[in-house]
């Protein structure tokens, strides 16, 4: 068995991944890079050249996981693509979303040909489906064993669908962590491993160099965010809360709905629009399929209002207000982004932001800056008084660091390959691992580097 890094090594990025067991090929994810363009937002397809390429295995559907599937279909095009039933709805709905967005950024620019909404229906048409903990059997035209390369999903606990993958063949065995959350969310149980051990584990590090201390759990940031909210209530004001249309969006509205179902808050307007929303649905389709912390919630029962309709009135938001929108990371000419502007001039009122933001995003800008100091979004926006509250919460959808090193301690991996992390993350884990289980091989994941699983 070999494994073989296409794109989202010693990034999170563009996560793409190839494995090759007796001349069967199977990708791992097939991502684009959010914040970068053209053929550079791609994985290294052409280190598949001359490599078969029997099936792609979609851990997820977030955008770094799963936007340039269409791509490497275009260029294989009966790839056997299979996922979670709950991963292939999703993508049915953010695939049509990228392709819209791709059409636009790319209309004038011949680095990438975007793909099409009927190239996504075809392609979602072919994708096949698989339950958490069944096996399914990978056997490519040329593959030279009698034993079929066996693959399993596992609830990887980080957005609905998401999913770990087992591979194994003749003895040998790979689990690839994809996204993966040990804890708890509002929705989201957390990660369930199959049995150990494995030969080697592919190990996200997204929290790799981010102390324990600063993650608080989900019931405490939960706890927090009350406090807050009802500190701007009390002053008038209303809240915006950016967040991704997948994951976080269904998640906080579950929480927002927690707290003014208990009194904790109170019963304030809250406010909802777009792909998030459709996203809802299919989470609320698969509440009962799935392992949830409350199969009752149902998200599109919660009484919420849209965002649009306010915008197209010409009024603004009657204070006090939740505003829920996209995107997470205040990207420009999304919703979070043309609200957080007009939030900024809001006295009294607060926008809490909840996730990790990227230094190349506005929402990195953001939470750096405080009520009375000025913030300039981005460089062609002149810089603005800050004249509302800026308060991040940590409300994570992925393993602390100590969380990831419970995997290797219960998988028992002979090598640990580590991927999804900047520099700084990798090498706290690589050192973490190798303190507590000197015997394991540690690799750094490189894009065209193969690693032997022997
Ligand atoms: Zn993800």
């Known amino acids: 068995m070999k494994f073989l890094p296409l794109g989202g090594a010693g990034d999170i990025g563009a996560s793409c991944y190839y494995v090759e067991a007796a001349h069967t090929g199977i990708v791992l994810d097939c991502g684009m890079h959010p914040r970068k363009t053209g053929a550079e937002a791609l994985p290294r397809f052409d280190l598949l050249t001359?490599?078969?390429?029997?099936?792609?295995?979609?851990?997820?559907?977030?955008?770094?996981?799963?936007?340039?599937?269409?791509?490497?279909?275009?260029?294989a095009p009966h790839v056997r693509i299979v996922t979670t039933p709950q991963t292939r709805a999703l993508a049915e709905l953010t695939l049509h979303n990228a392709a819209g967005i791709l059409q636009e950024q790319y209309a004038d620019d011949p680095t990438i040909t975007p793909y099409?909404?009927?190239?996504?229906?075809?392609?979602v048409q072919s994708m096949e489906w698989r339950s958490?903990?069944?096996?399914?059997?990978?056997?490519?035209?040329?593959?030279?064993?009698?034993?079929?390369?066996?693959?399993?999903?596992?609830?990887?606990?980080?957005?609905?669908?998401?999913?770990?993958v087992l591979l194994r063949h003749e003895g040998r065995s790979l689990f690839f962590t994809g996204d993966i959350s040990v804890g708890?969310?509002?929705?989201?149980?957390?990660?369930?491993?199959?049995?150990?051990?494995?030969?080697?584990?592919?190990?996200?590090?997204?929290?790799?160099?981010?102390?324990?201390?600063?993650?608080?759990?989900?019931?405490?940031?939960?706890?927090?965010?009350?406090?807050?909210?009802?500190?701007?209530?009390?002053r008038g004001g209303s809240v915006l809360i950016p967040v991704f249309a997948l994951g976080k969006m269904q998640e906080m509205l579950a929480t927002v709905f927690g707290l003014i179902n208990k009194g904790a808050i109170p019963d304030v307007p809250v406010f909802t629009a777009g792909l998030g929303k459709k996203i809802c649905m299919v989470y609320d389709k698969n509440r009962y399929?799935?392992?949830?912390?409350?199969?009752?919630?149902?998200?599109?029962?919660?009484?919420?209002?849209?965002?649009?309709?306010?915008?197209?009135?010409?009024?603004?938001?009657?204070?006090?207000?939740?505003?829920?929108?996209?995107?997470?990371?205040?990207?420009?000419?999304?919703?979070?982004?043309?609200?957080?502007?007009?939030?900024?001039?809001?006295?009294?009122?607060?926008?809490?932001?909840?996730?990790?933001?990227?230094?190349?995003?506005p929402g990195y800008t953001l939470i750096a800056a405080r009520r009375g100091g000025t913030?300039?979004?981005?460089?062609?926006?002149?810089?603005?008084?800050?004249?509302?509250?800026?308060?991040?919460?940590?409300?994570?959808?992925?393993?602390?660091?100590?969380?990831?090193?419970?995997?290797?301690?219960?998988?028992?991996?002979?090598?640990?390959?580590?991927?999804?992390?900047?520099?700084?993350?990798?090498?706290?884990?690589?050192?973490?691992v190798l303190d507590a289980f000197p015997a394991t091989k540690v690799h750094i994941a490189e894009i065209g580097k193969e690693i032997e699983i022997s």
């Open 50 to 75: 001359g490599r078969p390429v029997d099936a792609v295995l979609i851990t997820h559907a977030h955008q770094d996981h799963l936007d340039a599937l269409p791509f490497l279909v275009q260029t």
């Open 116 to 123: 099409t909404h009927q190239e996504i229906d075809l392609l």
């Open 132 to 164: 958490y903990n069944d096996t399914f059997d990978i056997a490519g035209y040329r593959h030279q064993s009698p034993e079929p390369v066996r693959a399993s999903f596992h609830d990887a606990g980080h957005i609905l669908g998401s999913a770990s």
């Open 184 to 234: 708890k969310q509002r929705l989201l149980i957390g990660a369930s491993l199959p049995p150990g051990p494995v030969d080697a584990l592919v190990l996200e590090c997204t929290h790799g160099a981010t102390d324990s201390q600063t993650l608080p759990s989900w019931s405490q940031e939960t706890k927090r965010l009350a406090k807050e909210a009802n500190a701007v209530f009390g």
């Open 289 to 361: 399929a799935v392992p949830v912390a409350d199969s009752e919630v149902e998200l599109l029962q919660l009484p919420q209002q849209n965002i649009f309709d306010v915008q197209r009135s010409g009024d603004f938001f009657q204070a006090p207000c939740i505003v829920l929108a996209a995107s997470g990371m205040v990207v420009e000419g999304t919703t979070s982004f043309g609200l957080t502007k007009r939030w900024l001039s809001q006295k009294g009122s607060a926008i809490f932001t909840v996730g990790y933001m990227d230094p190349s995003t």
């Open 375 to 432: 913030i300039q979004l981005t460089q062609t926006l002149a810089p603005q008084t800050v004249e509302c509250d800026i308060i991040p919460f940590r409300f994570s959808a992925h393993s602390r660091r100590e969380e990831l090193l419970s995997i290797v301690d219960a998988l028992r991996p002979n090598r640990v390959i580590l991927v999804h992390g900047d520099e700084a993350a990798i090498n706290w884990m690589g050192s973490a």
